[in-house]
């Protein structure tokens, strides 16, 4: 099997779980809520709401990196190097801190969990890489420069 449809089938998973959440599992659980009277100090309700609109713009997400994923030469991603999917543990030679990055598709940038878009300033910055390899990257919070300590690419990460 692929990369791209590894990648496309772990995708299509979490599709078809979250949809049976929305179609099956979320309509039972506001059912439930509405047995325990008014719903305006429902607990149990509130709660299900929220699930629902997670569920919803997280299917939205899959659904563009899906289309994104469908985009991309896989082919060319670098087996050496620094390249999209890889996670990344670099040095801010400013504060001599230690961070990791994971570089991810747009729809799954989440910077306060280390998951940074590969086109970001920094995910741009560290494309091509390799361990040692020193950079300074321009951000809109400043100049940042990095050290590479150590990377896995995402043909590592898959074992191939």
Do not use: W
Request: aromatic share 4%.
């Amino acid at each position: 099997m692929s990369l791209q449809d590894k990648l496309s089938h772990k995708i299509d998973e979490e599709l078809l779980r979250l949809d049976y959440e929305l179609r099956v599992e979320l309509p039972r659980a506001f059912a439930v809520a509405k047995g325990h009277g008014d719903l305006s100090e429902n607990a149990d309700y509130d709660a299900a709401k929220q699930r629902r609109s997670y569920v919803e713009a997280r299917l939205q997400q899959l659904k563009k990196i899906r289309q994104e994923l469908s985009l991309i030469n896989l082919g060319a991603i670098p087996r050496d190097r620094i390249g999209l999917g890889s996670t990344v543990v670099v040095r801010d030679l400013g504060s001599d801190q230690e961070r990791c990055f994971e570089l991810v598709l747009g729809g799954e940038a989440d910077p306060n969990n280390g998951k940074i878009s590969a086109t970001s300033p920094i995910g741009r910055g560290l494309m091509g890489l390799t361990e040692g390899d020193e950079t300074e990257i321009r951000t809109p919070g400043g100049v940042r420069n990095y050290e590479i300590l150590s990377y896995q690419t995402i043909y590592q990460q898959e074992g191939e």
